[in-house]
């Protein structure tokens, strides 16, 4: 794919017209190549090379969590727009003929569904700290974990860096402020780096999360003021705004105190993480070397296939 100006369409046909990415009809929900796969996994393991030095423990969480974790995290007081629970018929054989009678008619059947106990998981750290609070007290050399989930947002786009349903990579740390900032501080140089050795432009920025609303201005404002985010951005669907393909968070005491999360002296404890969107960093991987992997830059593939 040539690397001159064009839309987030253009690039969308352009994976689509190299068997790369497949239409489902849905905007954002896309079938992905063997090859666009194995990218993926390649770059998975290079993840888990430079973060193995630090020993972390890895779980691999489902794409569903409970509604009632979805809820106590706040999530929906921040982001209403991208959460998504998972619904489904509980009727009886009348109700199940009365469902079939309006899906025939074209009606809305859906309205005949209930919510049931599982939310679609936003981030692959949500459902880490009630797991780690059922635990008891954390240890006062903080805890780390590598986590790996798909996840979904609901914002439908014909970006294809902007899927719905997409995979998250991330690095949790759990601590005390010292040790959890020595944690992101650590990744913010080793990410860029990573990136950097993929011969993929990127800069680090000061970031904010999508909040939702009027109020959502102010603490997007507050979270940029505090320097708690900050992103990896690379061209991928546009030169002019670059998309984010790593996150640098701290939470500060935020899940401490949402679920009890404390050392054994009583302190709550602060938490970090590094997130890495797996198909963004596999589409700019495409972008900017082009659709056939084997005519990448010699020194990318040494890095992805020979390491």
């Not at 691999?60 to 209403?80: D, I, Q």
């Not at 005949?112 to 635990?135: D, K």
């Not at 797996?278 to 296939?305: D, Q, S």
Request: hydrophobic share 40%.
């Amino acid at each position: 794919m040539d690397t001159g100006t064009f839309t987030s369409k253009d690039l969308l046909d352009k994976l689509f017209d190299n068997g790369i990415l497949f239409e489902t009809g849905v905007d954002g929900l896309y079938g992905r190549s063997g090859m666009f796969e194995e990218v993926i996994e390649r770059f998975e393991r290079l993840v888990t090379r430079l973060g193995a030095v630090d020993k972390p423990t890895r779980i691999h969480f489902p794409p569903g969590m409970s509604r009632a974790t979805l809820e106590k995290s706040g999530y929906m007081k921040s982001f209403p727009q991208l959460a998504g629970c998972v619904h489904s018929f509980m009727g009886d054989e009348r109700g199940h003929a009365k469902l079939l009678g309006m899906m025939d008619a074209g009606q809305d059947w859906t309205e005949l569904q209930q919510p049931t106990e599982l939310a679609l998981t936003p981030a692959a750290c949500y459902p880490l700290y009630p797991t780690v609070a059922a635990r008891g007290p954390v240890p006062m050399d903080g805890l780390l974990f590598e986590l790996s989930s798909y996840c979904f947002r609901h914002e439908p786009s014909q970006d294809p860096a902007r899927m719905q349903l997409f995979r998250m990579r991330e690095f949790v740390c759990i601590g005390t402020a010292d040790h959890v900032h020595a944690f992101r501080q650590s990744w913010l140089e080793r990410g860029k780096a990573m990136i950097e050795s993929l011969e993929l432009p990127c800069e680090l920025d000061l970031a904010n999360d999508p909040f939702f609303g009027r109020g959502g201005k102010m603490l997007a404002n507050n979270q940029r003021d505090q320097g708690l985010k900050f992103e990896l951005l690379i061209p991928v669907s546009s030169q002019e705004k670059p998309t984010a393909c790593l996150s640098f968070n701290y939470h500060q005491d935020h899940f401490g105190q949402t679920w009890g999360l404390k050392f054994a002296d009583g302190s709550l404890c602060h938490s970090a993480c590094v997130g890495f969107g797996l198909e963004r960093v596999a589409l700019a991987l495409f972008r900017h070397h082009g659709p056939h992997v084997n005519a990448w830059p010699p020194a990318v593939r040494a890095v992805l296939w020979d390491a």
